[in-house]
């Protein structure tokens, strides 16, 4: 038996071409559950096959369990704590007592069930090498051929047996594939499926455009030019940012490429996609007026603290910055990572004059001080009391005509004002009771209604507003439940729809 043990092995190992460790386990899996069968499962058994010589020999097992485990079934296949210790001292919960038993024959497990275990077992071992190959290019653009379109997902054929999809929602623009096309697409991640590995590609996300140009610009893989983002409307147009770690390099030409060859070679990949290479830039107003091309932008203003920038173009340029349904402002936000709001330069200067109106006329009620005063303030740059409390004194010390007893005088005062304005929310909170429609929600307590209702969450609506991340700050639910709150919250509006 031993010597056709080991002929199984070897001709198994070399037809499927995996590791001999594999076939031996799955051969004494197959001997254990035939010695299973041949007792009528009345007891466990595991074999062990000698990997030299292919002798093998047959243990049979009990798992020991705590003393007052509940056994529902194979009740001989389980030793309890206390018993097994009669025979090894030092045994633990989950291991197993074992004793030498008669083996069965090799030839006579059933070749069925050995077939199908090592089979299996194969299979098994055929997947995870598979995994482990195409695990390590995850990452990549890789090519396949057309297997079929499934409901609008593509099905390529990558070979050897292997299946990679790209969602409908994954390809570029109103692009469409037949049976046999060569397609090319960004792997993602592997995943499993009940007929074995999977390979999830895409053709619309932001890495397949920066891997297409990392292939068609040798200066990127080289290092010579860094790729810091990318934004894309798949199948439409794009837009990409680059920087040059040599400064004697020209980043946008070089991904241009020769009489525009090299971004033909990308847009060509992507269905006529329009690329706009950006110029990188570290100053981020710089960035975003960069980022805005082809539209020019006249004048910025920041807002560090909301993280959002307002952009002013001519009039007549005023469409082309907000681009077809938004795409070049929103293209723009999602390149730099700022949100901008484009208009027009009067629009700009008729909001920034309404904002300074504002704020100075919140510094003459909250800091007790003239409007002369209070412009002089806004002019310097001050937006808050909070600037204005917790600036550095040298900073204010610096406008010309303010001491430094005016300058502990004003910043007093915005301290002040700032703790009276905490004490009335704290109040305003507290007081804070919620509406009828949030107490009657199903699920709701009156405690937790109460503590929704101090975060101003006051109604049924205010909580259907809220993510489950959000809702969770305010109370100690599990996710789960927390979304289900959020549901029942927002069951109107899909009435009213």
């Known amino acids: ?55 093998y020999e047959t243990f049979r097992r009990w798992e020991v369990i705590e003393n007052d485990a509940v056994i529902e079934e194979n009740e001989a296949w389980y030793i309890r704590e206390s018993d097994a210790a009669q025979q090894d001292p030092n045994i633990e919960v989950g291991q197993f007592i074992e004793e030498p038993m008669e083996s069965i024959d090799f030839g006579r497990i059933g070749a069925q069930t050995a077939k199908q275990v090592i089979i299996q077992k194969v299979r098994e071992a055929e997947r995870k090498k598979i ?34 999809v790209i969602p409908r929602n994954q390809l570029v623009g109103r692009e469409t ?9 960004y792997l993602q991640e592997v995943s499993f499926r009940p007929r074995g590995p999977q390979l ?50 020209d980043p946008i030409g070089a991904c241009i490429g020769m009489r525009g060859g090299r971004v033909q070679a990308v847009t060509n990949e992507l269905a006529g ?39 002013a173009v001519e009039d007549e340029s005023l469409s082309q910055a907000i681009g077809k349904n938004g795409q070049n402002i929103r293209l723009a936000s999602e390149l730099t990572g700022w949100e901008l709001n484009v208009m027009t ?28 005063f209070a412009e002089v303030l806004v002019a310097e740059g001050f937006t808050s009391l909070e600037e204005v409390a917790y600036v550095p004194a040298a900073e204010m010390l610096e406008i010309d005509g303010f ?39 199903e699920g709701m307590t009156p405690e937790m209604a109460k503590q929704l209702a101090s975060n101003e969450i006051i109604t049924q609506e205010d909580l259907a ?31 009213e729809e």
């Open 177 to 185: 594939f037949r049976m046999g096309d060569r397609v090319r697409a």
């Open 465 to 495: 507003e809220l993510g489950i991340d959000e809702l969770l700050e305010y109370v100690d639910l599990d996710e789960e439940t927390a979304g289900e709150l959020i549901l029942k919250a927002r069951a109107p509006w899909f009435e």
């Open 273 to 311: 996609e329009r690329v706009d290479i950006i110029l990188w830039d570290p100053n981020d107003a710089q960035f975003v007026i960069n980022a805005m091309a082809p539209a020019e932008v006249t004048s910025i203003m920041v807002d560090e603290d909301k993280h959002v920038m307002d952009l």
């Open 1 to 55: 038996m031993s010597k056709e043990v080991l002929a199984v092995v070897e001709i198994m190992a070399n037809e499927k071409g995996v590791d001999k460790e594999i076939i031996f386990d799955a051969i004494e899996a197959a001997l254990a559950t035939a010695t299973r069968k041949s007792h009528d499962d009345e007891l466990d058994a595991r074999v062990e096959i000698d990997r030299v010589d292919g002798d």
């Open 131 to 164: 995994v482990e190959i195409y695990e390590k290019r995850v990452g990549e653009i890789l090519t396949g051929q057309v297997k079929r379109v499934d409901r609008g997902d593509v099905i390529l054929d990558m070979g050897e047996n292997v299946d990679a």
């Open 200 to 249: 999830q590609m895409s053709r619309a996300c932001n890495e397949m455009l920066i891997e297409l140009f990392r292939i068609e610009v040798p200066e990127i893989s080289d290092d010579l030019i860094d790729i810091m983002s990318a934004a894309r409307d798949p199948g439409f147009r794009s837009k990409i940012a680059v920087r040059a770690n040599d400064p004697r390099l």
């Open 403 to 441: 001491d430094e007893d005016l300058v502990a005088e004003l910043k007093q005062r915005a301290k002040d004002a700032l703790l009276t304005q905490a004490i009335a929310a704290e109040e305003k909170t507290a007081l804070a009771e919620p509406a009828e429609d949030l107490l009657a929600l």
């Open 345 to 372: 330069a009067t629009d700009m200067a008729e909001k920034h004059e309404s904002e300074s109106k504002d704020q100075i006329e919140i510094f003459m009620s909250s800091l007790d001080i003239d409007e002369d």
